[in-house]
């Protein structure tokens, strides 16, 4: 059975981490309140989010329709999965890249690869986010090697992957980053399978493969 008085810490803590403007807790927002569904992390964290905005998060979180049906619910409900729950629908993937330098990182995909930066968080910055269009990515500080030594060169491990709709889209894209200076770990090429593909490597060496489609 739920602690009523443990939710209501964990809203309280959800609202001073928005208070805080604690980056983190907007995705979570965004994830369980509608009225946030398509709205990004900095204007969540600048609007108006009250306890009761917080308390129906948790709700939200725990599978009722608000704060009050979680407090009516909650003698019946057992530490058993409720099955009246309805399945978590998945709508977007954000990949994580580490980074050796958070300026040098926002600068490159700002100033190269054509993304706004998002947001950067703490001080000295340890957390970022980049984003165009509908691809977004975080930055996370790391300072030491996540790899040994060649490996992910070597194995071609990517970072993240971003794909647009058409294959003018993609050779405009190639295009431009060629234009702009961006150095390619692979140059823009037909796959086996179809699809046009390209790969950049950031100044973190962070492949990232750009796909479109097979050509028409």
């Known amino acids: 059975m739920p602690n009523i008085e443990k939710l209501k810490k964990q809203a309280k803590q959800y609202l001073r981490w928005h208070r805080e403007r604690y980056y983190p807790v907007a995705a979570q927002i965004r994830a369980a309140l509608p009225r946030f569904r398509n709205v990004g992390d900095v204007q969540i964290l600048e609007s108006s989010f009250k306890l009761a905005d917080a308390q129906e998060l948790v709700a939200r979180q725990m599978g009722f329709d608000g ?3 979680l407090k009516s619910g909650a003698d019946a409900m057992t530490d058993e999965p409720r099955q009246a729950t309805p399945r ?9 890249l580490f980074v050796a330098d958070i300026k040098k990182s926002c600068d490159f ?13 703490g001080d000295p910055p340890y957390y970022g986010q980049v984003v165009r269009d509908n ?8 300072s030491e090697p996540v790899f040994v030594a060649d490996v992910r060169q070597r ?5 993240a992957s971003i794909t647009v709709a058409t294959t003018n889209e993609i050779k405009e894209l190639f295009l431009n980053y060629q234009a702009a200076g961006v150095s390619f770990d692979q140059a823009l090429k037909k796959e086996p399978w179809g699809a046009r593909t390209f790969v950049v490597s950031d100044p973190d060496e962070n492949l990232i493969l750009f796909a479109g489609p097979a050509a028409d």
């Open 67 to 69: 704060w009050q049906a």
């Open 88 to 96: 978590p629908v998945l709508t977007a993937t954000e990949a994580q």
């Open 109 to 121: 995909y700002t100033k190269k690869l054509g993304f706004a930066v998002e947001f950067i968080y």
């Open 135 to 142: 691809a977004r990515l975080n930055l996370r500080l790391v």
């Open 155 to 159: 194995e071609h491990l990517l970072s």
